[in-house]
Structure formats: structure tokens, C-alpha cells
């Protein structure tokens, strides 16, 4: 790969770890808000919150949830950028093989080619 396209890749992946840790930063906040919250709604004897308590409850969920696949999300962003360090960028971590340009423009943090991503999944499934 040339250098040029690394650069271009490292500065994609670096934008999107910002994008991600913001985006995480303040899930965080919710969640320890929602936990603030809940330990306010124990002392009340009369809630009038009975109604939200199932929504909150869900939001709270799906924000754990949402911060769980960022954080794997993360990980997978910080991987690419260290194999954008140690030359092995672009390279299936699998067979070796370069992995498509097209396919790295959409996935720029994949560690897989087509080929063996298929494939893992057909193990999977
Ligand atoms: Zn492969």
C-alpha cells in the first residue's frame, strides 16, 4: 500500500476513534445519571414516575448495550491504527492476502479480506 493511502487511512481511523470516545463519554454520563436517578426514586414513597420507570429502565439498557458494541467497536479501531504502526496494515490477519481497497474504504478498521470474513461467518452460523 502506498504511503500516501496509509496516511489516509490512519487520519480516517484517528477521526473516528475521536467520534467514538465522545460518543461513548457521554453514554457514560447517562448511564451514571440513570443511576443517580434510581437511587433517588427508592426514597420517594409516592412516584409519579411509575409510568417511565419501564422506559428509563429500557434506555438504560440499550445505552449499556449501545456502550458495549462502541467499546468492541473501539478496540477494533485502536487494533487497525497499531497495524498502521507495525506494517502490517491492509493485510489479512487470516491468509496474508491484501485485503481490497474498496472493502478498506468502507471498514478501514477489518482485519479480514471478503474471502476469510465469508468464511468465518459461515463458521459461525
Ligand atoms: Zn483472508
Do not use: W
Not at 74 to 92: Q, V
Amino acid at each position: 500500500m502506498r504511503k500516501t493511502e496509509l496516511q489516509r487511512f490512519r487520519k480516517m481511523l484517528e477521526d473516528e476513534k475521536a467520534r467514538v470516545m465522545r460518543s461513548l463519554a457521554q453514554h457514560e454520563k447517562i448511564i451514571k445519571h440513570t443511576d443517580d436517578q434510581s437511587g433517588l426514586e427508592l426514597g420517594k414513597a409516592h412516584s409519579n414516575h411509575m409510568a417511565d420507570q419501564g422506559s428509563d429502565e429500557y434506555q438504560y439498557e440499550t445505552t449499556i448495550k449501545f456502550a458495549n458494541t462502541e467499546g468492541r467497536y473501539l478496540y477494533n479501531i485502536e487494533e487497525a491504527l497499531g497495524r498502521i504502526e507495525d506494517g502490517s496494515y491492509g493485510k489479512c490477519q487470516d491468509c496474508g492476502k491484501a485485503i481490497a481497497l474498496p472493502r478498506l474504504k468502507r471498514l478501514p478498521y477489518t482485519r479480514l479480506c471478503i474471502e476469510c470474513k465469508e468464511q468465518e461467518e459461515a463458521q459461525q452460523a
